[in-house]
C-alpha cells in the first residue's frame, strides 16, 4: 500500500498530500489579502514554492494548475505574476476560471498536482 503524506496540516485542510508519485495542493491563498490580484498571485507562487520544496519537488513538476479570478477582470495582473515565475521549458496545464471566494478580500486562489522526481 502506498503511504499517504500531510504537509502543513490544518484545522479544516492539508496544505499539500503527497500519494503514489503525485503532490496534490490544496487552495493557496494570499497571506495578506490586502494585495491587488497580481500581487496576491505572487504571494500564493511563493506559497506553492515552498510547499513543493517541502514535498522533495518544484514547479517545473507541475502536472496542472487551476486557477480561480473572483474577477476576470484581474487576469492581467495574474497572468504578469504568472508569467514572471512560470518555468518556461515545463508549463503544466492550466485552467482559470471566475469563482466566488470565500473571503470576499482574497482575489485569486490557486491548486493543482507536481509530480515528485
Do not use: C
Request: charged share 20%; hydrophobic share 50%; glycine share 6%.
Amino acid at each position: 500500500m502506498s503511504p499517504i503524506t500531510r504537509l502543513q496540516p490544518e484545522a479544516r485542510l492539508t496544505g499539500a498530500v503527497i500519494h503514489n508519485g503525485l503532490v496534490y495542493l490544496a487552495g493557496q491563498v494570499a497571506d495578506d489579502a490586502t494585495l491587488d490580484a497580481e500581487g496576491q498571485m505572487a504571494d500564493i507562487l511563493r506559497q506553492v514554492d515552498t510547499l513543493l520544496a517541502e514535498a522533495g519537488t518544484d514547479k517545473s513538476r507541475l502536472i496542472s494548475v487551476q486557477i480561480f479570478l473572483a474577477d476576470m477582470g484581474d487576469m492581467a495582473g495574474m497572468n504578469r505574476a504568472w508569467d514572471a515565475w512560470l518555468d518556461r521549458a515545463n508549463k503544466p496545464a492550466r485552467a482559470t476560471v471566475e469563482a466566488s471566494l470565500a473571503d470576499p478580500h482574497w482575489r485569486v486562489e490557486l491548486t493543482g498536482i507536481a509530480a515528485l522526481p
